[in-house]
């Protein structure tokens, strides 16, 4: 069965902080890894990785990907309350299927 | 704003029923995606149209069904609701066919409550 984990769940950091948001994967003929961020309405795309060990850079924000070890990495450096949302990893496999994680919340205090 | 608009907004409804959402794409794009949110199955795919042909279909219920007409809008069809089907329901556009690997612009969702 596909599937995709993120983790953890939930993560409370002070602003500042950096921090490392996971998601794993088990699919069939995996063709690419999405990473959203949700605030209150409908998710915004990040990126979208596709290759192995390269990084994708978005101001504070980056993205790698490992397909060898089926997992990706999306990491926020010196957070900012504006960084509060949830974070939703998503993999595109074989017969152009899509499948989410449940997400990563993250609320950054001031 | 994204481009993508949804209507309605809220839709409250009660059990057996059928409902339509309706989905403009931003302007010149015409891929399609419709997914639903709810709280226990998190964010799902359930299809896909580009230029009014179906080309991906994820987790949509028989009890489900889609189009895309020629002004490419498209419109989701949901019957014989259920409890369960209470959910935010997003529609998504991108410009090409390139299956997820192009940013998809959401709208802003449709809030479905099923009594």
């Known amino acids: 069965e596909d599937k995709v984990v993120q983790s953890p769940l939930s993560l409370v950091v002070h602003e500042g902080d950096t921090v490392t948001l996971n998601c794993s994967y088990e699919?069939?003929?995996?063709?690419?890894l999405l990473w959203y961020k949700q605030e209150k309405k409908a998710p915004t795309f990040l990126f979208m990785l596709t290759s192995s060990g390269i990084e994708k850079k978005s101001g504070r924000l980056s993205s790698i990907l490992d397909k060898k070890e089926l997992f990706s990495i999306l990491n926020i450096t010196a957070t900012q309350t504006g960084d509060s949302a949830i974070y939703l990893c998503?993999?595109?496999?074989?017969?152009?299927?899509?499948?989410f994680g449940k997400g990563t919340s993250l609320l950054v205090t001031p | 704003d994204s481009g993508v608009t949804q209507t309605p907004k809220h839709l409250i409804t009660a059990t057996g029923q059928r409902v339509t959402l309706r989905c403009s794409p931003r302007s010149g794009d015409l891929s399609v995606y419709w997914y639903q949110q709810s709280l226990d199955q998190g964010l799902q795919f359930l299809i896909q149209?580009?230029?009014?042909?179906?080309?991906a279909k994820g987790n949509i219920l028989e009890r489900f069904s889609a189009q895309q007409f020629p002004d490419l809008h498209s419109e989701l069809n949901l019957s014989s609701l259920e409890l369960g089907d209470s959910a935010l329901y997003f529609c998504?556009?991108?410009?090409?066919?390139?299956?997820?690997?192009?940013?998809?612009?959401f709208g802003p969702g449709t809030r479905l409550t099923v009594l």
């Open positions: 149209y580009y230029n009014g042909e179906e080309r």
């Open positions: 998503a993999v595109e496999h074989s017969g152009y299927a899509l499948n």
């Open positions: 699919v069939t003929n995996f063709r690419s």
């Open positions: 998504a556009s991108s410009p090409l066919l390139a299956g997820f690997t192009d940013t998809q612009y």
